[in-house]
């Protein structure tokens, strides 16, 4: 195998961004075992989140990674290299950060204006971040996409990012509450991953990748095996709709580290096979 592909929250970590615990909080490492399992076949192990660079810069360190997919796939980090993957919208002295040029096109208090009751501010989450407007609510991914472009947004897109357990009172009537960053248009994890097997050279029949998102799901078009953890689909069971237009996408019966540890272990014992 030559790379495997992980996201992180609701993927890898337990309930709490925690790696040693398990669906139902439990002690486990079964998540270590799984990158322990990565190692001895000679993969590469690349982090892909929604977290930003500082937050993901460190998991990777700790993890022994040298590459990182940052905020949604707006950058990927190859060696300590920047890879950025969105289009016009670069950092810059004169403009500041991609954050602060979102803000100021308007996008973001739009969708908060016309979604209001039901989207708002991943607080704490949202903050000292360099690309991506982090919301959570429940609304329609395709719905927003819409009306961005109808305003002149159409180089911005909402990014469903799965699940989340933290929400403010004002969103107490809504039966789940759903993660979205506002990034620009290239901006996708498949397209940081296709991005960083590109670079490498790596085949992409002998990568894996797993998640547990929609955004997530997306990478399948990029990897030859592409798993959802268990806890995806008991979570969210629509995403078993996805999930059918991808032939080489299937759902680990365990969640979160054991999932991963499930996927990577039979992976790779179908392929020795």
């Not at 439990?26 to 270590?32: D, T």
């Not at 016009?88 to 403009?95: I, K, T, W």
């Not at 994890?189 to 085949?203: E, T």
Request: glycine content about 12%.
């Amino acid at each position: 195998m030559d790379a495997v592909y992980l996201d992180l929250d609701g993927t890898l970590l337990g309930p709490g961004g925690a790696l040693v615990r398990d669906e139902e909080g439990g002690w486990s490492l079964q998540a270590l075992r799984a990158l322990e399992a990565c190692d001895r076949a000679g993969a590469e192990v690349v982090l892909m989140s929604g977290r930003g660079r500082q937050t993901l810069s460190e998991d990777a360190r700790l993890l022994g990674h040298r590459a990182f997919i940052f905020e949604a796939g707006a950058c990927v980090v190859l060696d300590g290299e920047e890879h950025w993957l969105t289009g016009e919208l670069v950092p810059s002295a004169e403009r500041g950060t991609i954050h602060d040029q979102i803000e100021a096109s308007g996008a973001p208090a739009l969708l908060l204006e016309h979604f209001a009751g039901r989207f708002e501010h991943h607080a704490p989450w949202h903050l000292g971040r360099e690309v991506s407007h982090l919301f959570r609510g429940l609304v329609d991914a395709f719905e927003a996409d819409e009306l961005l472009a109808r305003h002149g947004h159409d180089g911005l897109r909402l990014v469903d990012n799965g699940v989340v357990h933290r929400r403010s009172p004002a969103l107490g009537h809504l039966e789940q509450v759903r993660a979205y960053h506002l990034v620009p248009r290239g901006a996708s994890k498949a397209a940081g991953v296709a991005l960083h097997l590109r670079a490498r050279g790596y085949d992409p029949a002998r990568c894996l990748a797993v998640g547990d998102s929609r955004e997530d799901l997306q990478v399948a078009t990029q990897v030859g095996s592409f798993w959802l953890v268990g806890n995806a689909v008991r979570k969210d069971p629509t995403i078993r709709e996805a999930l059918a237009r991808h032939s080489n996408a299937r759902v680990a019966e365990a969640g979160h580290g054991a999932g991963v540890y499930e996927a990577v272990i039979t992976t790779l014992a179908e392929r020795r096979g």
